[in-house]
C-alpha cells in the first residue's frame, strides 16, 4: 500500500523535509495527525475507496515514511518494520530456508546472533566474510547464495566496503546485494545507485535521529520477488511499526541532513584530535587518511559519518576507566541522538572479535570544543 515515490525536482535537503508530508486534505494541516484507527470504512459496495483496510496490512503514517524513505534512498518502494532487528530478520525470512547468505565477519552483534541462534536450526545457511576483501565473497559464494549482506561502514569497526564491487559480484553469482546504511544514512551515501538491490537502516539511529523510537527499513531499488516476499512478511507476519513511531521517525527525517552533516563533521575533527592523543593507541574512522578504507570511502560516501571507534593503550579496564570518567558523554549504547553516547563494545558482545580496549563513540550535536574538553578529561590517567 505504498505510495509512489515523490518525482520532485528538488535537492535530497529539500525532499527530506518536503516528502511524505502532504498537506492533510481534510484539515489543512501542515503536520499530518497520528492516524491510530485499527480499521478503515468500506462502501456499500464493499470495496475500500481510500486504499486502507487494517492497521496491519496498512496506515497512512507508515506509507508516509515509507514514501520519504523511498525518496531518500532514491529507490521504488520502502518497507518499515518495528525495528531494524525486524527489517533484517524479515529479509532473511524472504530467502527461505534453502538459501545461503554472506554477511560480514564484522556484522552487527544482533545479526550475528540472530543467525547463529534463528535462521541456523531452521535451515539458512550463512557465511561470515571479511566483505572489505573481495576475492573473499567471491570464494564464500555458493549455487544457492540469493543474498549479499554488507554493513559499511560496520559497527563498531568502521570497516568500508566497496558497494559497486560487491553488488557487481553478486549479480554474476545471481545473488542480491543489501547493503546496511544505518551509520552513514542516505544524506552520505546511496547504495541502490550504486548498484545494491536493498538499503537497510535501524531507523531508530540517525533517521529518526532524536532516541525515542526504535524502527527498522528496507527500502528496495526494483520491485523484485525477495522485496514481494518481504511485503508479504511484513503484513501478514505484521512485524509493523506503530502510527506514533511512523510519526516521530517522519518528523526526524526533517533535521536528518543538517544532523548527519553536523555529527560528520565534529566527528572528523575529534578522529584527528583522537589520533594525537598520547592515552590512544589507534582511531577508527574512515575519514582518517590512515584508515585502510579512507580512498573508497571516499568514492563512495560524501562525508564519514558520526560514529567513531578508538583503542585506548592499556586494556579492558583502562577503556572501562575512561568510559566510567565522562561526565558530558554517556555512557549508554545506541548512536544517533543528539547526545553523545560512548560504549565499551566487548562486554556486550559476546563471541566477536571486537578488541577488549575499544570504546564506541557517537558524536551528537554538542558543542565540539565541550566533547573535546570531556574526552580529555576523561582520557587523563
Ligand atoms: C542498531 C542497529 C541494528 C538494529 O536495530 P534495532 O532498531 O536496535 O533493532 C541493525 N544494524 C545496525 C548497523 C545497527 O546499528
Same mark, same amino acid.
Not at 560528520?264 to 575519514?287: F, N, R
Given at each position: 500500500?505504498?505510495?509512489?515515490?515523490?518525482?520532485?525536482?528538488?535537492?535530497?535537503?529539500?525532499?527530506?523535509?518536503?516528502?511524505?508530508?502532504?498537506?492533510?486534505?481534510?484539515?489543512?494541516a501542515l503536520t499530518a495527525p497520528i492516524h491510530l484507527s485499527t480499521t478503515f470504512e468500506r462502501d456499500g459496495d464493499g470495496s475500500y475507496p481510500r486504499g486502507y483496510v487494517y492497521g496491519r496490512s496498512g496506515?497512512? @503514517?507508515?506509507? !508516509?515514511?515509507?514514501?520519504?524513505? &523511498?525518496? +531518500?534512498?532514491? /529507490?521504488?518502494?520502502? #518497507?518499515?518494520? *518495528?525495528?531494524?532487528?525486524?527489517?533484517?530478520?524479515?529479509?532473511?525470512?524472504?530467502?527461505?530456508?534453502?538459501?545461503?547468505?554472506?554477511?560480514?565477519?564484522?556484522?552487527?552483534?544482533?545479526?550475528?546472533?540472530?543467525?547463529?541462534?534463528?535462521?541456523?536450526?531452521?535451515?539458512?545457511?550463512?557465511?561470515?566474510?571479511?566483505?572489505?576483501?573481495?576475492?573473499?565473497?567471491?570464494?564464500?559464494?555458493?549455487?544457492?547464495?540469493?543474498?549479499?549482506?554488507?554493513?559499511?561502514?560496520?559497527?563498531?569497526?568502521?570497516?568500508?566496503?566497496?558497494?559497486?564491487?560487491?553488488?557487481?559480484?553478486?549479480?554474476?553469482?545471481?545473488?542480491?546485494?543489501?547493503?546496511? @546504511?544505518?551509520? !552513514?544514512?542516505?544524506?552520505?551515501? &546511496?547504495? +541502490?545507485?550504486? /548498484?545494491?538491490?536493498? #538499503?537497510?537502516? *535501524?531507523?531508530?539511529?540517525?533517521?529518526?535521529?532524536?532516541?525515542?523510537?526504535?524502527?527498522?527499513?528496507?527500502?528496495?531499488?526494483?520491485?523484485?520477488?525477495?522485496?514481494?516476499?518481504?511485503?508479504?512478511?511484513?503484513?501478514?507476519?505484521?512485524?509493523?511499526?506503530?502510527?506514533?513511531?511512523?510519526?516521530?521517525?517522519?518528523?526526524?527525517?526533517?533535521?536528518?541532513?543538517?544532523?548527519?552533516?553536523?555529527?560528520?563533521?565534529?566527528?572528523?575533527?575529534?578522529?584527528?584530535?583522537?589520533?594525537?592523543?598520547?592515552?590512544?593507541?589507534?582511531?577508527?574512522?574512515?575519514?582518517?587518511?590512515?584508515?585502510?578504507?579512507?580512498?573508497?570511502?571516499?568514492?563512495?560516501?560524501?562525508?564519514?559519518?558520526?560514529?567513531?571507534?578508538?583503542?585506548?593503550?592499556?586494556?579492558?579496564?583502562? #577503556?572501562?576507566?575512561?568510559?566510567?570518567?565522562?561526565?558530558?558523554?554517556?555512557?549508554?549504547?545506541?548512536?544517533?541522538?543528539?547526545?553523545?553516547?560512548?560504549?565499551?563494545?566487548?562486554?556486550?558482545?559476546?563471541?566477536?572479535?571486537?578488541?577488549?580496549?575499544?570504546?564506541?563513540?557517537?558524536?551528537?550535536?554538542?558543542?565540539?570544543?565541550?566533547?573535546?574538553?570531556?574526552?580529555?578529561?576523561?582520557?587523563?590517567?
Amino acid at each position: 500500500m505504498t505510495m509512489t515515490p515523490d518525482a520532485m525536482p528538488f535537492s535530497p535537503d529539500t525532499q527530506a523535509i518536503h516528502s511524505g508530508r502532504d498537506i492533510d486534505p481534510t484539515t489543512g494541516a501542515l503536520t499530518a495527525p497520528i492516524h491510530l484507527s485499527t480499521t478503515f470504512e468500506r462502501d456499500g459496495d464493499g470495496s475500500y475507496p481510500r486504499g486502507y483496510v487494517y492497521g496491519r496490512s496498512g496506515n497512512p @503514517n507508515r506509507d !508516509a515514511l515509507e514514501t520519504a524513505l &523511498t525518496t +531518500l534512498e532514491q /529507490g521504488v518502494e520502502a #518497507a518499515t518494520f *518495528a525495528s531494524g532487528s525486524a527489517a533484517t530478520f524479515s529479509l532473511l525470512q524472504a530467502l527461505g530456508p534453502e538459501a545461503h547468505v554472506i554477511a560480514p565477519q564484522s556484522v552487527y552483534f544482533g545479526i550475528q546472533q540472530m543467525l547463529s541462534t534463528i535462521f541456523a536450526p531452521w535451515g539458512l545457511g550463512y557465511t561470515l566474510v571479511d566483505t572489505t576483501d573481495l576475492a573473499a565473497i567471491a570464494q564464500a559464494l555458493r549455487p544457492n547464495t540469493r543474498l549479499v549482506l554488507i554493513e559499511t561502514p560496520s559497527n563498531p569497526q568502521l570497516a568500508v566496503t566497496d558497494i559497486q564491487a560487491v553488488a557487481d559480484l553478486a549479480h554474476q553469482a545471481d545473488a542480491y546485494l543489501a547493503c546496511d @546504511n544505518t551509520i !552513514a544514512s542516505p544524506v552520505l551515501q &546511496t547504495p +541502490l545507485t550504486l /548498484g545494491a538491490d536493498f #538499503a537497510i537502516h *535501524a531507523t531508530t539511529k540517525y533517521l529518526a535521529g532524536h532516541g525515542d523510537v526504535i524502527g527498522g527499513a528496507v527500502v528496495t531499488r526494483t520491485l523484485n520477488p525477495l522485496f514481494e516476499q518481504l511485503r508479504l512478511i511484513q503484513t501478514i507476519g505484521g512485524l509493523v511499526p506503530s502510527p506514533f513511531d511512523c510519526w516521530l521517525t517522519l518528523r526526524g527525517l526533517q533535521t536528518l541532513p543538517l544532523r548527519v552533516r553536523a555529527q560528520s563533521q565534529s566527528a572528523l575533527a575529534l578522529a584527528t584530535w583522537l589520533d594525537q592523543h598520547p592515552a590512544i593507541e589507534q582511531v577508527l574512522y574512515p575519514g582518517l587518511p590512515s584508515h585502510p578504507g579512507h580512498a573508497i570511502a571516499q568514492g563512495q560516501m560524501s562525508s564519514y559519518g558520526g560514529l567513531l571507534s578508538f583503542l585506548v593503550k592499556g586494556d579492558q579496564a583502562t #577503556a572501562l576507566g575512561v568510559a566510567a570518567k565522562t561526565r558530558l558523554i554517556a555512557r549508554a549504547t545506541s548512536f544517533g541522538s543528539p547526545h553523545s553516547t560512548l560504549e565499551h563494545r566487548a562486554s556486550i558482545e559476546q563471541g566477536t572479535q571486537t578488541a577488549p580496549n575499544l570504546l564506541r563513540l557517537s558524536i551528537g550535536l554538542e558543542q565540539l570544543d565541550d566533547l573535546i574538553a570531556d574526552l580529555d578529561h576523561a582520557l587523563t590517567p
